[in-house]
């Protein structure tokens, strides 16, 4: 199978053929690359790859219906163009967790995506990990600022020592007319004021550092 890097080529399939991914129906066949979808890194690197070839790519990002098997070296953004949130909307991911080991490192979604292939590029992300936390950042070009710092929490499901096969951990985004609620497997995590979130644009996943996640849901709907 083609090695693919991280210049994509979702610019050559013409626009008709875009529309918000389908957990239900892959892009292409399942085990293969979702050609539309766009990966960043969080730190540029020219030589790392992304594909389907396990274990020969930095980055293992196929279809597995439902939804999508992500493997990461190097942590990155995940997103699909026609991903959009605008107005009132809200945001569903559930992300099944395999062994972290002892890795503290995190996943989850972002929001507000802005300028992402560029320097400028700004989101707000909501992330788990396998501490039963929640964290709630900002990403404006290449500094991050905190607007929830790791807060345990109840509802979040962990991966521990009996644990067969993943855990999964749905996360949702509940953006009103004044207020951003967040929750975690349906249970209220955080609640801010709108105009401190930022809400308009691409929406996406966020996984870190040498994990292996299947997001078995990613879906936008207006409220």
Known sequence: MKRLLITFFALLLP?????????????????????TWKVRLDRPN?????????????????????????TTGPAAIFYHPESQGEGNYRLDATIHLFDPGERREAYGVFLGG???????????????????????????????SLIQDWTASGAVVNYGAETEGSVANRLAIEVGESEVVFYVNDAEVMRSPRDEIRT?????LRINHALNVHVSDLSVTSN
């Open 46 to 70: 020219p030589e790392a790859t992304i594909g389907s070839e396990q274990g020969e790519v930095d980055i293992w990002f196929v279809n597995m219906t439902p939804g999508w098997h992500i």
């Open 15 to 35: 626009l008709s053929v875009l529309a918000q991914p389908d957990p239900q129906k892959p892009e292409g066949d399942n085990l293969t690359t979702p050609p």
């Open 114 to 144: 802005q300028n992402l292939d560029g320097d400028d590029i700004e989101y707000d992300y909501f992330l788990l990990r396998n501490t039963g936390e929640y964290l709630i950042k900002r990403r404006m070009g290449e500094e991050t």
């Open 200 to 204: 308009s644009g691409t929406v996406g």
